[in-house]
């Protein structure tokens, strides 16, 4: 079946700083490749995604890179803020069903 | 707009209790999941249904039960408790597919804190 490694397990930056999560998979068939951020006491929420068929998106001050040959996928958050705050997972999906990396926790230090 | 919604919130278990946790969603979603979370350990996906009647086994399927009677509904059930369920447990819901094959986006449930003691 897939699996997803995502790295770091944690990370601290400065605000202002830019952070970067990166995500290996491991099946050729996953099509779908979603991030969702967790804050404390609440379920997973969706906050950006590609698709394999897309090299790039970007959406504010977050964007996300593929690629396909490699199977790795990226997020990149600018201009953090401590509202950034939060536990990051990354997923591949295949025939409608997720595999998730372990999360990152990111801290944005005032 | 309620999304998916999880009950309980909150529960403690004594050893080879039973219990059923309840998820139901309001957006027409023909996939269901129940997932647990553990500390350092991510997601990991317990039991699926692609749809009204269906079920299937995840990752970690042993010592639980699903049931998917009605669309809007997706029960987990655990016949006799373990510490080793002590757990978060999420819902979560999704189209499936989009057209021509591509994922779709999941939307996850509050959680419900599960203790086994």
């Known amino acids: 079946g897939e699996n997803v490694e995502q790295h770091p397990s944690t990370l601290s930056v400065q605000e202002g700083d830019s952070a970067v999560i990166k995500c290996t998979y491991s099946?050729?068939?996953?099509?779908?490749f979603p991030w969702y951020k967790q804050e404390l006491g609440k379920g997973p929420q969706l906050i950006i995604d590609i698709r394999s068929n897309v090299g790039e998106k970007k959406d504010q001050r977050i964007a996300v890179t593929l690629n396909k040959t490699a199977k790795h996928f990226s997020l990149h958050i600018t201009e953090t803020q401590p509202e950034d705050s939060a536990v990051y997972f990354c997923?591949?999906?295949?025939?409608?069903?997720?595999?998730f990396g372990d999360g990152t926790t990111l801290t944005v230090k005032p | 707009n309620a999304g998916v919604t999880q009950t309980p919130k909150f529960r403690v278990l004594k050893t080879g209790q039973s219990m059923t946790l309840l998820c139901a969603q309001d957006m027409n979603h023909e996939y269901m999941y129940w997932y647990r979370q553990d500390p350092g350990m991510g997601l990991r996906l317990i039991h699926y249904s692609v749809g009204e009647g269906t079920t299937a086994k995840g990752e970690v399927p042993d010592g639980y039960n699903v049931s998917r009677l009605k669309k809007q509904n997706f029960l987990l059930g655990l016949e006799s408790a373990a510490p080793s369920q002590t757990s978060v447990y999420f819902c979560?819901?999704?189209?499936?597919?989009?057209?021509?094959?591509?994922?779709?986006?999941?939307?996850f449930g509050q959680g419900t804190r599960l203790t086994v003691v």
């Open positions: 099946d050729s068939a996953s099509n779908y």
């Open positions: 979560a819901s999704s189209h499936g597919f989009r057209t021509g094959g591509a994922g779709t986006e999941a939307f």
């Open positions: 997923a591949a999906v295949n025939a409608g069903k997720s595999t």
